[in-house]
């Protein structure tokens, strides 16, 4: 009969083991993968119940025998959280802000909760300070103090702090061996060894008793791997040596060694579980037959440290000795218990290839799984007929710290920081070899909020065939994550089983809920320059300098993140910190791969460290656009400026900026950036869609050109992409300056003038129209325009004073009026100039804006001075002298002409040669004052002259003399001064002739009457001479006359003659 197989009943055992407190989920075909949210009380909540349920410790055992205590708790508990000890308090009937909850540990005030004003009718999570919980069994109790003012209410559990596992801690952990738990005595003589005949009947190993040995506690030694029938601590055992058989089973099964190794290790009622005890060994050969051992080229005394592992796969070695065959098989069994008792199997079949050494390597994960515990390795030879020998077992102690599994992962966490408008966050937990098929992964989520108050929430999935070396996903929805607002999380996940004792447990991720709040300096990349990682420069990748000399301490771990905005797979690379990397700068590798897959891409970067039992700390971001700005990021081009220059008279509307990106994506906008002068200098712009060829216009208005003359402009553009932005390269742009009077320039122009440049004022009647044609030279509202036209010897007239353009005259021009008597101001034929200026610039005033060319005319002002030169005659009657009697003379029809000059220029002046025979006034108006001949000159305002001849008849002279004559001698008067005669017979030369010269000839008469103001006239016009008595009649004012003869001397009369000038 062939002999047990000893890695069969090994692992036989572990698997038949079934755990305390532990739900055994047998594995089957079809399993429910959905996630199932955790409810830990009754789903009532406590609403609408009018009892209190006593607290309850997440973790805690109910299976326990220990009176009084209802339920255990282990030291893995106490620190599950940073807190401590958590601890739900049931909700309950008519919860209300400001309720208080008092925790209690006996007498003792542990923890104080007030209820806010968002507390939701949800269970209360309190935590009591790990140094707060007392060993041995307690009253843990609660109460209610309602806002209300009822009596206070609670409910009390009884508790066993069970603090110290087995054996206490090891005071020299570095030791292989639990260094209180003392050696197993094996009941042997010296020297004896575990023959043939000592093997038949067994052997019993004696446990010395070990510090905080309790009732129920379970005993599990280990026969060179092979476990031995575990063994429990009755309560009248407590303090004394326990035995414990070693079977004659045991010892064949686990076959010959030299040395075989014998250790226990001790789990309590709450799974607090003791390190391997110190080793016993003892030589076991009950057969001859193994083959020999294998060989592990890192064991030391039956020691390897997993700081000699590493990252590396471990080597073992078996010797081919002479008898193996070439193509025998080999396979090697690797079986590994954990300090936390969970089973490591691994095993690998090779041919051998050549005799002497053939070499296994066992992966790292298993070796890391395997950590902390103990190793047996053996291999199975399988010859070419079939026939199998096995080797000895060799069994070795693996050290390290007990390995929990990795932290799970929240994707949406930024540098360790959650945002609390999320609606969803994904958890994701694992892979790991060691989660199989049928196991129950359980995820936990315990917040803090803002003011303090906890808040839990737990939940599963079974893990089925396509979930098996997968990442296990969880979704947590925002109402579980916006009432932690500024406050943080714990996040850790569970894999429990039937064959698993105690259950697989992670470690934590802490993270902040909240703003991202930078308290690092940011990372640096190599190669990055303004922002810019061009994959062509790096094409292996480049660093990413962090730091972090000042920030870190041993244990921190220090995370690398890079996001690009096109979304997907986040950059992740971690680092611990152990005493090489303490106290220095770090850096870490962006490989050329990655690199490629952000190409065109916004990058951030960000590093953060995780500290045990601390919120996470995060840097600023790092932003960089990663891609080759020469091929994807050209610089934009302005229309009509080639080779970057600019021709403001080749875009008097102002220039058009063409943004082209080469490979957009959905959602890219684009945006001008322009640097130039202060103010419209440096316009900005919205940004805008690209249009279906990828394409953006900008237009850069006439103000820009104007502000930015003769200066060199940047012109680049913003790509925004995912709220990210990256610049382009950037166009020099050269703006050249305008000239005055530059000839492409638009100019002013005279209208009535037409194409040619004369201002003919004998034409020209009204007022004149000075207009400036468009183009106007980079026009823009609300710029200043002066005109003027200035001419020798004349005021400047002008036309506009600096006045702001209107959007119509921007685009048809500019018009203004100018007075056609000023030109008249100027010499015939002189010259004047027509000046506009425009202020182009915001800063330019009149002395520095740009002059248009000048429009220069010649001014006709009049034609040839003229006048009728013909004689004028003027031969009315007329009498002179009437003023000095104080009569008042009237102008006299024949003896008043007007004569006025054409052409020439005004004003014309008038002047007679001999005023004394005719006179003229400054309207041209001749009167006649002498019976002779002379001339009137006429000159225009240029000096130039015309005359004409002027001969004056009938003008004679009034006299009266007072003296009362008679006819005779008034007859010889008038003979003597050489008098015309006044009375003619009703000719113009009659006394009648006196009203027509004269406006009231009262004066002369003194009255009216036949008896007033009588003269004597003598008609020298008959041959025989006659006088005559006139005087005004009282009726009508009419002179009226009598004949008075020259022979009467009685009658006397004053005379009135008139005398020829």
């Known amino acids: 009969m062939a002999s047990p197989d000893p ?77 401590g000890l ?22 003792n005030l542990v923890a104080t909760s007030v209820l806010p004003a968002d507390h939701g009718n ?152 003791s390190d391997f005890s110190e080793r016993t060994t003892v030589v076991s050969d009950p057969d001859n037959n193994w083959l020999d051992p294998v060989f592990v080229p890192l064991a030391y005394e039956d020691r390897v440290s997993l700081d000699e592992v590493g990252f590396d796969d471990l080597e073992v070695q078996i010797i081919t000795r002479p008898g193996f065959a070439l193509k025998e098989k080999l396979r090697l069994r690797w079986a590994a218990t954990t300090q936390s008792g969970e089973v490591v199997e691994h095993s690998e079949e090779q041919s051998i290839s050549r005799l002497g050494i053939q070499s296994f390597k066992v992966p790292n994960s298993v070796v890391l799984a395997s950590a ?46 959650l945002d609390p408008a999320l609606s969803r966050a994904v958890v994701l937990c694992g892979p790991d070899d060691r989660i199989k098929k049928g196991f129950r992964v359980t995820l936990t989520w315990l917040g803090t909020s803002a003011s303090g108050r906890p808040h839990l929430y737990q939940t599963y999935r079974d893990v089925s065939d396509r979930l098996v070396g997968q990442a296990i996903a969880f979704n947590v929805t925002g109402k579980d994550i916006a009432p932690l607002n500024r406050g943080s999380v714990v996040v850790s996940f569970e894999v429990s089983h039937a064959t698993l004792n105690p259950a697989l447990v992670s470690e934590a991720t802490n993270a ?83 690199i490629e897959f952000y190409r065109e891409q916004f990058f951030n970067l960000l590093w953060w460290i995780e500290r045990p039992d601390e919120l996470p700390q995060s840097s600023a971001l790092l932003e960089l656009y990663i891609g080759d700005p020469a091929q994807s990021l050209q610089p934009p ?167 702001a353009l209107t959007a119509e005259e921007v685009t048809q021009g500019i018009s203004v009026t100018a007075a056609r008597s000023w030109f008249f101001e100027l010499k015939d034929l002189s010259g004047c100039e027509v000046i506009c200026k425009i202020a182009l610039g915001s800063s330019d005033g009149e002395g520095t804006a740009l002059v248009l060319p000048v429009a220069r005319y010649t001014v006709k002002v009049t034609q040839k001075l003229a006048i ?11 009498l002179l002298g009437g003023a000095a009697y104080g009569l008042r003379e009237l102008e006299v029809v024949n003896n008043v002409q007007v004569r006025v000059p054409t052409g020439g220029r005004p004003p014309y002046t008038y002047r007679s040669a001999n005023a004394g025979i005719a006179s003229v006034d400054a309207n041209g108006k001749v009167s006649g004052l002498s019976n002779q001949s002379t001339t009137i000159t006429v000159t225009d305002a240029d000096g130039n002259q015309v005359a004409y001849p002027v001969r004056v008849m009938n003008v004679h002279r009034l006299i009266l ?47 009216r009457g036949l008896y007033y103001g009588r003269f004597v006239s003598v008609n020298l016009s008959y041959p025989h001479l006659y006088a005559i008595e006139h005087s005004l009649l009282e009726s009508d004012g009419r002179m009226g006359s009598r004949n008075v003869l020259l022979s009467d001397g009685a009658t006397r009369s004053r005379v009135m003659g008139y005398f020829p000038t």
């Open 637 to 803: 081009t302005v229309r009509r400026a080639p080779d970057g220059v600019l021709d403001p008279l080749e875009n008097n509307g102002g220039a058009r900026a063409r943004v082209h990106v080469a490979s957009p994506r959905p959602g890219d906008q684009v945006r001008l950036l322009v640097k130039g002068a202060s103010g419209d200098g440096s316009p900005t712009f919205a940004p805008q869609q690209l249009n279906t060829d990828n394409v953006a216009f900008f237009v850069l208005r006439p103000s820009f050109i104007a502000e930015n003359l003769g200066k060199r402009v940047e012109v680049l553009y913003e790509l925004l992409r995912n709220g990210k932005t990256i610049q382009s390269r950037p166009l020099n742009l050269t703006v050249k300056t305008i000239s005055d009077g530059d000839p492409v320039l638009t100019r002013p122009h005279i209208v009535e003038a037409g194409a040619v440049p004369l201002i003919d004022l004998r034409i020209i009647q009204t007022d004149l129209t000075c207009v400036v044609k468009p183009p106007l030279p980079i026009a823009e509202v609300g710029q200043r325009v002066w005109i003027m036209v200035s001419g020798e010897g004349v005021e400047p007239l002008v036309l506009r004073p600096g006045t």
């Open 7 to 83: 890695w069969q009943a090994a692992t036989d055992f572990f698997r038949s083991r079934a755990m305390i407190g532990l739900m055994v989920m047998p594995i089957s075909d079809e399993i429910d993968d959905t996630q199932h949210d955790i409810v830990p009380f009754d789903s009532s909540g406590g609403l609408g119940l009018f009892s209190l349920f006593p607290p309850n410790i997440p973790g805690q055992f109910t299976g326990i025998d220990f009176p009084p205590a209802q339920v255990g708790v282990n030291r893995p508990l106490l620190y599950t959280s940073a807190k």
């Open 122 to 273: 949800l269970d209360v999570v309190m935590h009591i300070a790990a140094n707060q919980v007392p060993a041995g069994v307690h009253t843990l109790r609660y109460e209610i103090l309602r806002k209300s003012g009822q009596p206070p209410e609670g409910a009390q559990i009884e508790v066993w702090f069970k603090i110290d596992p087995p054996g206490g801690n090891d005071p020299e952990p570095d030791l292989p061996g639990h260094q209180r738990l003392k050696p197993a005595r094996l009941q042997l003589k010296p020297g004896q060894v575990i023959d043939e005949e000592v093997a038949a009947e067994g052997v019993t190993a004696i446990i010395p008793p070990w510090p905080f040995m309790t009732k129920g506690d379970k005993l599990k030694l280990r026969f060179h791997g092979i476990a031995v029938t575990p063994y429990t601590v009755l309560e009248g055992e407590v303090g004394k040596e326990i035995s414990v058989f070693i079977s004659p089973e045991n010892i064949r099964v686990a076959g010959p060694a030299n040395p075989a190794v014998v250790v226990y290790q001790i789990e309590d009622q709450v799974e607090n579980v």
């Open 86 to 107: 958590r601890v739900l308090v049931q909700a309950y009937l008519n919860m209300a802000q400001e309720d208080t909850i008092r925790l209690y540990v006996d007498k």
């Open 961 to 1007: 003399n007072d003296t009362f004559m008679t006819a005779a001698q008034a007859g010889a008067w008038f003979m003597q001064f050489g008098a015309v005669s006044m009375d003619n017979s009703g000719q113009p030369m009659g006394w009648g002739i006196l009203q027509t010269n004269f406006v009231d000839v009262t004066p002369i008469y003194g009255g």
């Open 372 to 417: 902390s515990g103990q190793v047996q390795v053996d291999y199975l030879r399988t010859k070419a007929d079939g026939e199998q020998n096995r080797s000895e077992i060799y069994v070795f102690t693996l050290q390290g710290k007990t390995l929990r599994l990795p932290a799970p992962l929240i994707t949406d966490l930024v540098g360790g920081t």
């Open 512 to 594: 902040r809920i909240g703003e991202l709040k930078p308290v690092l300096p940011a990372p640096q990349v190599g190669g990055a320059v303004d922002g810019v990682l061009n994959p062509a420069q790096v094409p292996y990748g480049t660093d990413i300098q962090v730091a972090a000399a000042a920030y870190t301490r041993l244990g921190d771990v220090v995370h690398v993140e890079g996001r690009g905005d096109a979304g997907g797979v986040v950059f992740r690379d971690k680092l611990p910190i152990d005493q090489t990397q303490a106290g220095k700068d770090l850096e870490f590798w962006l490989d050329g791969e990655a």
């Open 868 to 878: 009728d030169t013909q004689p004028m005659l003027l031969n009315g009657w007329k």
